[in-house]
């Protein structure tokens, strides 16, 4: 059937995820296995032009991966017709404007989270994207791990019963760029620049408890930052102006209640950075990035307690393990494969720029939520 090409902005590619997953794991990926195949047969070719600020480090991505076209001029990329999609992961600020600029030069457009910074922001680009007959979408790569797919697929057996709890545990430790240098980037920690725990990581809140247990309906959230004055790239001493912790609580409809806490100033103890917890009447549930456990009601033990000497109730080894049913591909390369089949053949595609505008709904009511100290309501969201 042969191979037809399709040219993608890569806006940002040189940063930390750009780099090593859209890039090296998802679209090179794909074009080292001879393309995507399509529903009739034909092979579609990703060609990717890398675009950003520094022409060295694009030039050099760019030969690493065997001398890939490259630019610093974001409006000629725009203005070129041999380019179709606009995808961008740079740093988060301005990324509306951008998506705007992109759309109005009718590029499909698809954006990492958050799609903007204000969910009236994220509406517009929402709804210019559908004016202009463009395709959209936004980034939802944790779906597609391992751990979540095999908790997904838990809960759709029934085998947890009535679910009456869950809990998110989100955190790890960023170096503030004295003992070791951070390993986020400094504009994460200034407003100006999209910084802010809330805003870069409830985006994955939104749509992995909405995936995993049904629509979120309220919140109430407290924000602190924890480490107030940190070193950027060149170790130059900055104030930190966003929060680095969030302790929230999701309400969902019917009532079950969702604890999340989120840190950028914790180290880790348990399994992973990232796991979740599902309490139902006959069974929990467990997940990481990479593996899930389960715990049915019929084997739940009766834990022993004495305070004055330690028991060992061994309690991780009442949980069963979940068995791999794998491969399972890269989670950002799923989400690559599923847009370009939306842009090339008009199959579905999960996440529009209003699960964007999703995320950005729930952020500004956890930031509401905690200038006013009080639970915010989170209605249906539509364009
Ligand atoms: N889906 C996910 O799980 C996930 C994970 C990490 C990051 N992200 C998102 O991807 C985007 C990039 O994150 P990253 O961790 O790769 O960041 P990064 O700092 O490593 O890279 C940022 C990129 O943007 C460019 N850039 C443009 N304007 C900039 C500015 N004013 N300041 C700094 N850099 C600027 C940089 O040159 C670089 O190429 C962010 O929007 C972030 O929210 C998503």
Known sequence: MGTRSIRIIMDGVTGRLGTNQHLGRS????????????????????????LGRNAEKLAALAATHGGLAWSTDRDACLADPANAIYFDVSATGGRHQRAMAAIRA??????????????????????AADAAGVKHGVVQDKIHLPGFMKLKSVIETGMLGRVLSARLDFGWWIFDG?????????????????????????PHWRYIVEHLLGP????????????PERRDEKGRPYAVDVEDEAFGTFELEGGVLVQVSSSWATRVKGEDMLTVKVDGTMGSATCSLHRAHVQPLATTPKPRW???????????EH?????????????????????????????????????GAKGLQLIDACYRSDRERRWIDVPPLTA
Request: hydrophobic share 40%; charged share 25%; aromatic share 8%.
């Open 27 to 50: 679209v090179m990926a794909i074009r080292r296995d001879g393309g995507l195949a399509l529903a009739d047969g034909t092979r579609l070719m990703p060609e990717p032009v890398l």
């Open 106 to 127: 009718g590029k499909h457009v698809y954006l990492e989270k958050p799609v903007a910074s204000s969910v009236e922001e994220a509406l517009e680009i929402t709804r």
């Open 178 to 202: 004295v003992l070791h240098p951070a390993q986020r980037s400094s504009w994460n920690y200034k407003r100006a620049e999209g910084g802010g725990l809330v805003l870069d990581m409830f």
């Open 216 to 227: 979120i309906r309220g919140v109430s959230c407290r924000i602190a930052t924890r480490v």
């Open 306 to 316: 004495d305070v004055d000497a330690l028991v060992d109730n061994r309690h991780a």
């Open 319 to 355: 949980w069963q393990e979940v068995p791999d049913m794998g491969p399972y591909a890269n989670s950002y390369r799923r989400g690559w494969e599923m847009f370009l089949r939306h842009v090339a053949e008009d199959a579905p595609f999960p996440s529009p720029l209003l699960a």
